[in-house]
């Protein structure tokens, strides 16, 4: 059966769910090669050991990821975006995942700082680009493109188009953001390859996989909030959206 926007019985019809992450359900849709993406209210920090449920915010990161994505293909950047479903969901195309995360930072935090006992806040001369498996039992170790080849997980050339598009979205993201008064520290990436083959962005541009400080005082507007209980998750994520959506009007 073939899905009809705006027809919620019939999506629903037609629909299974094809796997659950910590943040997000991806369920197969009527429509072959669509999937529909469900962004949840839970929270998971350090592995799954910090759990939490934060009303609102798979409705807030829905629409952040949107507008994020929205901006990256407005500068030629491919995407598994297609559109907004209702509330917390939305349209995309179905991607072979590539299980590695790809990170750019641009100033140093989180990881990079206690890996490298560099203080957090530091500005990198470049953006810095990392990659990790995805695998929680290993806690997502770093590995090195060589290692993506290695083990069949990706092409080496494609490792150097992931990396490519990765410090691209930075370009893109980090002056539209900057525009809106939050600055860019880093943020994490999956990519996957469509059906003809060719390299495509997924997962989720948001607060939850982005690092986001009020460019005027540096206060911490993402998962950070929760990860170190800073109080007010949800609020740092409306106040991201409000200054996104402000912009546009
Ligand atoms: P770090 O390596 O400092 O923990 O993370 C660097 C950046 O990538 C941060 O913006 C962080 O939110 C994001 N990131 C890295 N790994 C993950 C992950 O497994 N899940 C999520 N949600 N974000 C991640």
Redesign the pocket.
């Known amino acids: 059966m073939r899905t009809r926007e705006g027809d919620g019985a019939m999506e629903r019809d037609a629909e299974s769910k094809l796997y659950e992450g910590?943040?997000k359900i991806v369920y197969a849709t009527g429509e072959p090669g669509v999937l529909r993406i469900e962004f949840k209210d839970d929270a998971t920090a350090f592995?799954g050991a910090k759990r939490a449920t934060i009303a609102g915010k798979g409705e807030l990161n829905r629409e952040i990821s949107a507008l994020a994505f929205e901006e990256l293909e407005a500068h030629g950047i491919p995407t598994h975006f297609l559109g907004r479903l209702e509330r917390r969901s939305m349209r995309v195309r179905r991607l072979e995942m590539i299980p590695v995360?790809v990170?750019v930072?641009n100033v140093v935090?989180?990881?990079?700082?206690q890996r490298l006992g560099r203080p957090e806040g530091e500005a990198l001369a470049r953006p810095v680009v990392?990659f990790?498996l995805?695998d929680d039992a290993l806690g997502?170790p770093w590995i090195n493109a060589t290692h993506a080849e290695a083990l069949g997980l990706a092409s080496a050339g494609e490792m150097r188009q992931a990396e490519a598009l990765a410090l691209r979205v930075d370009e893109v993201l980090v002056p539209w953001l900057l525009e809106r008064g939050l600055r860019l520290?880093?943020?994490?990436l999956e990519f996957g390859r469509d059906a003809g083959g060719a390299l495509v962005l997924g997962d989720e541009v948001t607060p939850?996989?982005?690092?986001f400080w009020d460019a005027a005082t540096g206060e911490r507007l993402?998962?950070?909030r929760f990860r170190r209980d800073l109080g007010d998750v949800t609020g740092a994520y409306r106040e991201v959206l409000r200054r996104l959506e402000e912009a546009r009007a």
């Open positions: 910590k943040a592995n995360e990170v930072r935090a989180g990881s990079l700082a990392e990790f995805k997502d520290i880093d943020f994490k939850d996989t982005c690092r993402d998962k950070d």
